[in-house]
């Protein structure tokens, strides 16, 4: 699998990383340690402990990280989140949608992370 493949299968946008990362080669080895950068699961933990702070920042973290590699959805599903927890923010989503945004980034976060191992693999 090529890197460009890899971007179609997990939906993230090539030409948005080759925009950061000047090569192939470069994005490759970025996007693999992706793989244990961490953000998400912090985020997944702040939810399920309730802690908007620990949201906010994960989330935010993530977002950013996401951006520069070109996972352009799942960075703007982490802006989302990112946005509800601001401590400047007054809340917008009803629990249940702060649940359905963390479902959605949860599934697009593991079928990325099953992307990007099928990848390294190679």
Avoid: W
């Avoid at 080759?18 to 470069?26: A, F, G, T």
């Avoid at 933990?45 to 950013?64: I, N, R």
């Avoid at 923010?89 to 990007?116: C, H």
């Amino acid at each position: 699998m090529t890197i460009q493949e890899l971007y179609e299968k997990i939906g993230g946008s090539y030409e948005s990383a080759k925009k950061i990362l000047p090569s192939d080669r470069m994005i490759g080895k970025f996007v693999q340690k992706f793989l244990t950068e961490g953000s998400c699961e912090k985020l997944l933990a702040a939810h399920e402990a309730g802690d908007e702070t620990g949201m906010f920042e994960a989330s935010h973290a993530l977002k950013g990280v996401c951006a520069n590699l070109g996972l352009n959805e799942l960075s703007r599903r982490a802006s989302e989140i990112s946005e509800e927890y601001r401590p400047t923010n007054q809340k917008t989503m009803s629990p249940d949608e702060v649940n359905q945004r963390f479902a959605e980034l949860k599934e697009l976060y593991e079928r990325t992370i099953a992307g990007i191992k099928e990848f390294a693999a190679q």
